[in-house]
Each structure stands twice: as structure tokens, then as C-alpha cells.
């Protein structure tokens, strides 16, 4: 059960001021949410960790279990949603932890509405730098990576949709993403595998893929199999009927190891990237030139990008990140998980707009500062 609210450190208010000087303007969204709207964004693992209530008239709620989704929320909702906006927070979310108290302090910033995502991206970088600062001396660990270079390697590839589709969500799950890419390894399926109707759906809308389908199957009198409904099934059929259909070449499967492979500093990492490319005849100049942007703004607001970590690999524990994805761990090893994390999550706002009904693109890259482990890293908890 959440316990009593966590009172705030010294140190937390201290964080607080350091964002209000840099410009975020603090939130105070709701505690309950509904819990609809969080399942759908968050994923499943945290999905299972939320704490459930519902109102007077049954309606499902939740209690906030991080701040994004409901400061986004209240952006998109609000008078400003088509205007820039810097926010901050401070303040208890809610989730299960095993051998934890399920309430617990967090901290963090978001841009929204930026257009310049480079220097959008360099600024909450440069911010989570300066506020880890504000708990610990000890060495600090910046690790970064980028969704945007796997994604426009998958599209220089010319693979097909529902590859792409599948190996974008795998990316986060390395074991999955490995099968996924020794299965894509292998040569296509010799004999029937519904060719035609597969010919017919490649390319077309997903959710209009999924709709034929499932009208098909209504059709021949499938409602339901081992509990699966008919838009289960059919969601299965289009996605393993498809992947089963085609392979890639061995060359171009050396060119995905190859650059999921690189571990190196950012710097390395773009000029490593650009000769693969090169060499592979691929086109990733837009996504590797946003790589080298933000790498020089990231120097010229004074970060060591030669102590900085950079792997293709690296994604976090959402979906919805779109291109920049890092993390601040303690380099004395006091603390064991990640002191800061975040990313560009461009995804996650096209989706709430999309559930909110509202005609909006909103830019969106910030992180969370997890304050207990902060304190732990600074010897100070």
C-alpha cells in the first residue's frame, strides 16, 4: 500500500529552485488518473504496478504512477498546447515496488512544443548534468543512445512494413530483437503462407489490415479461439504470416550487427555510423547528422562527450521514445540503477493527442530525477 507522502530533503528543494532559475515552470497535476489512458501509454510492465481505484459512478482510476503523462495531459489540454512550454515537478508517484514503500518522491523536467529537437535534447542533457550535482561530487556515468538511428536503419534497409513495425518494438528487448533478427536471417518461406492475401494488406493501414481480417474470420463463423477474440487472431495471423515471408540478405544482416554493435562515445559513434553507411549504400544522413548536432551543442554547453558512453543498443523500458534516450548513473557505484533517465518520447504525445481528439504535433524530450537514489549516491541516505 502507498504509505504517507515522503517529505521533501533539503536537497530536493534545492533541485527545485535549480529548475525554477533554468526556466520550468513547476506542475501540479492530479494524483488519480484514469487508468485507461495510463495502461495504453505506459506498457505493460508498469501497467501492472499501478495503483487501481474507481469513482461514484465506476469509472477506473489510478493513482499517477510518474509525472509525464499527466503534465503532457494537462499541456495538451490547456490554452497554450500550440506554444512551446518548459515544466518541472516535484512530488509523490505511485507504483509497487517489491520490498518498497509504493509511494515515493520524483523529480523532473519536460519541453514541449520545441522545434529546434536538437537543442531541445543538449538542454535537459546539460540540466540533468547540473542537477545531479546538486546531491553528489562523486563521478557521474552519461550514458546515451538514439531510437532515431535504429529506426532509419530499418527504413534504409526497405524492409517490409511489418518488420519494421515488429523490430521497432522489439528494440527495447534485447533477447526478442535478437531472435527477431536470426529469424529475419533466414531465407523466406518456401510454399503457401497466404501470399495473396499478405500482397494484398502489404503497405495498407494497420488498423485497416486488421479490420479485413477480422471481418473474414466473423465471415467463416471465428469469434473466438483459446479466449482470443477475432481482432487477436487476426492481429497474429497479419504479423506472423508476414514475418514468416521474407529474409534479408547476409551482407545486409552483417550491416544491422555491425551498427547495433558499436559501444563507444558519442563522437566515435557518428563518424563510425557514417562510414557503415557509406559502405552498406544506406541512406542515414538525416538521422546521423542529428546525432552530430546535438553531440556539438552538447560540447559547447560543456559536456564531456569523451567520458560520455554511446551504444546503438541502448533503449529504456517504454516504447514510446522517438530518438534521444540517456541515462546518469554513479560512477562510485553507491547507487546500482540510474539516477536520471529520459529521452525524446515524440511518440507518446502523438498518442495522447490521437486519444484526446485533439489536431496537434508536440515535440516532447525530458527526464525524471529519481531523488532517493540520489541521495544514496551522494552518501547521504
Given at each position: 500500500?502507498?504509505?504517507a507522502t ?10 527545485a529552485?535549480l ?12 494524483l ?10 505506459v506498457?505493460?510492465?508498469l ?14 482510476l ?7 503523462i499527466?503534465?503532457?495531459?494537462a ?6 498546447a ?5 515544466y ?8 509497487h515496488?517489491?520490498g518498497?514503500a509504493?509511494?515515493f518522491?520524483q523529480?523532473?523536467?519536460?519541453l514541449?512544443?520545441?522545434t529546434?529537437?536538437?537543442a ?12 545531479a550535482?546538486?546531491y553528489t561530487d562523486?563521478?557521474l556515468?552519461l550514458?546515451?543512445?538514439?531510437v ?5 536503419l ?7 512494413a511489418?518488420?519494421r513495425?515488429?523490430?521497432a518494438?522489439d ?10 533478427l ?9 510454399g503457401p503462407?497466404?501470399?495473396?492475401l ?8 494497420p488498423k485497416?489490415?486488421r479490420?479485413?481480417?477480422?471481418d473474414l474470420?466473423?465471415?467463416a ?5 483459446g ?14 504470416a508476414?514475418?514468416?515471408?521474407g529474409g ?9 550487427e555491425?551498427?547495433?554493435g558499436?559501444d ?5 559513434a557518428?563518424a ?5 553507411a557509406?559502405r ?5 544522413t538525416?538521422a ?6 546535438r553531440n556539438?551543442l ?6 564531456d ?8 543498443r541502448f533503449g529504456r523500458?517504454v516504447?514510446?521514445?522517438t530518438?534521444?534516450?540517456?541515462e ?19 511518440r507518446l504525445t ?9 489536431d ?6 525530458g527526464?525524471?530525477f529519481?531523488v532517493?537514489?540520489?541521495a ?5 541516505a
Amino acid at each position: 500500500m502507498p504509505t504517507a507522502t515522503t517529505s521533501l530533503s533539503a536537497l530536493d528543494i534545492s533541485l527545485a529552485a535549480l529548475l525554477a532559475e533554468a526556466g520550468f515552470v513547476r506542475a501540479e497535476p492530479p494524483l488519480l488518473m484514469p487508468a485507461d489512458l495510463v495502461r495504453d501509454l505506459v506498457g505493460e510492465a508498469l501497467a501492472r504496478r499501478l495503483y487501481l481505484t474507481t469513482d461514484a459512478d465506476g469509472a477506473e482510476l489510478c493513482l499517477r504512477p510518474d509525472y509525464t503523462i499527466p503534465v503532457v495531459q494537462a499541456h495538451l489540454e490547456g490554452p497554450n498546447a500550440r506554444e512551446a512550454a518548459a515544466y518541472s515537478y516535484l512530488g509523490p508517484v505511485f507504483r509497487h515496488r517489491a520490498g518498497m514503500a509504493g509511494e515515493f518522491n520524483q523529480a523532473g523536467i519536460e519541453l514541449l512544443g520545441r522545434t529546434d529537437r536538437e537543442a531541445a535534447d543538449a538542454e535537459v542533457i546539460a540540466i540533468a548534468l547540473k542537477a545531479a550535482r546538486v546531491y553528489t561530487d562523486g563521478p557521474l556515468q552519461l550514458v546515451l543512445g538514439d531510437v532515431g538511428i535504429f529506426l532509419s536503419l530499418i527504413n534504409a534497409l526497405g524492409l517490409p512494413a511489418v518488420w519494421r513495425r515488429r523490430l521497432a518494438k522489439d528494440f527495447r528487448r534485447s533477447g526478442m530483437l535478437a531472435d527477431d533478427l536470426r529469424r529475419l536471417a533466414e531465407p523466406a518461406a518456401q510454399g503457401p503462407t497466404h501470399a495473396g492475401l499478405l500482397a494484398a494488406l502489404e503497405g495498407s493501414d494497420p488498423k485497416a489490415a486488421r479490420e479485413l481480417v477480422t471481418d473474414l474470420l466473423s465471415i467463416a463463423g471465428i469469434t473466438t479461439v483459446g479466449g482470443r477474440s477475432a481482432a487477436d487472431i487476426a492481429e497474429r495471423f497479419l504479423e506472423q504470416a508476414a514475418l514468416g515471408s521474407g529474409g534479408l540478405a547476409a551482407d545486409k544482416v552483417a550491416v544491422v550487427e555491425q551498427v547495433l554493435g558499436l559501444d563507444t562515445d558519442p563522437v566515435s559513434a557518428e563518424a563510425q555510423l557514417r562510414e557503415i553507411a557509406s559502405r552498406a549504400g544506406l541512406d542515414m544522413t538525416a538521422a546521423i547528422n542529428r546525432l552530430a548536432e546535438r553531440n556539438a551543442l552538447l560540447v559547447a554547453a560543456g559536456v564531456d562527450l569523451s567520458a560520455a558512453k554511446f551504444s546503438t543498443r541502448f533503449g529504456r523500458d517504454v516504447d514510446y521514445y522517438t530518438g534521444l534516450v540517456f541515462e546518469i548513473h554513479d560512477g562510485s557505484g553507491r547507487a546500482g540503477k540510474p539516477l536520471v533517465g529520459g529521452g525524446r518520447y515524440d511518440r507518446l504525445t502523438d498518442m495522447m493527442t490521437a486519444k484526446l481528439g485533439l489536431d496537434l504535433k508536440v515535440p516532447a524530450v525530458g527526464c525524471a530525477f529519481w531523488v532517493e537514489r540520489l541521495a544514496v549516491a551522494g552518501g547521504r541516505a
